[in-house]
């Protein structure tokens, strides 16, 4: 399937079929898997000959699911998890042993922060943080033990778009292994890999499902790197379900087509907004006004379902805001088919301080919207009356 594009990959991209011929993948709801004798068992289980063994090392609906995403990456392997943080976690605790140090972007979901501040800390893994507008900063950050070199782009929730060459470049010079989060973008708008990136991380439960249905994690690479982060979750079991595994992979048979048509809302959504008295400023990276407009352009082939926007009023203006909120729906989940508004600061970033929070741009009125697929003027709407509530 390598010759095909994306979007023909994400449809014909298939396990193989069964003696029943059928024209959609099934469902392999089993925990294990039998064998012919007890020589194929040992063999199978000495990793002589490659066959499923049990559904927490490999099943056929989550190897379907890893060869797409891995297609359309444009990686060589990968395994799936069963979130987004899992696969976050266990990539971190598969490639990193104590004493080791990361160099990380400080604008990075909530959950992968408190990961850095709290959890890996205690196997003596540290981190170092830079800017995302910053990245001159990151070679004085680098270390002896420094191993990884970890960003967001684009960021959530703030939007901001990190220059992945540039990363891709520091990595290689310095021997580091680049792990970029592709959640905001998915491999149809980014593919981090063609930049120097290393391992590549998604959470399926956003764009990829794209209807809020299942949870999901994903992570791509050479396979090597791969190898360490599957024999870590081999015994640790975050694998993802095949359940789930199967619902992600027809989702993706879908979403170029969903995906478009998020950026042609959020766009002209972003344009509302930005004419919006009552909003103080707006990110959207498709938006000229951006800051790294020209780069989300290099990067990216659309700017994403995200918007990010400040209300005027700080904490009682977003109060506000959210109260009046009719259609749109109050949530900390995005790439729904429902479009979502959530505030960060008091919600998937509430964990950290005020000035963790102003140091990666979330302020008190800083509004995340996740556009969905409902008719844009009808989103409008909805925003717009509730901003007139703002006092």
Known sequence: MEKYRTETQAIRTQIPR????????????TSSFVFEDAEDMRASFAEEKERTLYSRYSNPNTDELIRKVCLMEGAEQGFAFASGMAAVFSTFAALLDSGDHIVASRSVFGSTHTLFTQILPRWNISHSYFRFDDLESIESLIRPNTRILYAESPTNPGVDVLDLEALGKIAKKHGLLLVIDNCFATPYLQQPIRFGADVVIHSGT?????????LAGLAVGPEALIDRIYRFARITGPALSPFNAWVLSKSLETLPVRVDRHCENALEVARFLESHPAVNWVKYPFLPSHPQYALAKKQMKAGGCVVAFEVRGGVDGGRAFFDRIGLLSLSANLGDTRTIVTHPASTTHSKLSVEERLESGITDGMVRI??????PEDIKADLDQALRAIP
Do not use: I
């Open 18 to 29: 069964s003696p029943f011929q059928e024209h959609s993948a099934p469902l392999y709801l």
């Open 370 to 375: 996740s556009v969905g697929l409902e008719h």
């Open 206 to 214: 956003k764009l990829m499902d794209g209807q809020g249905r299942v």
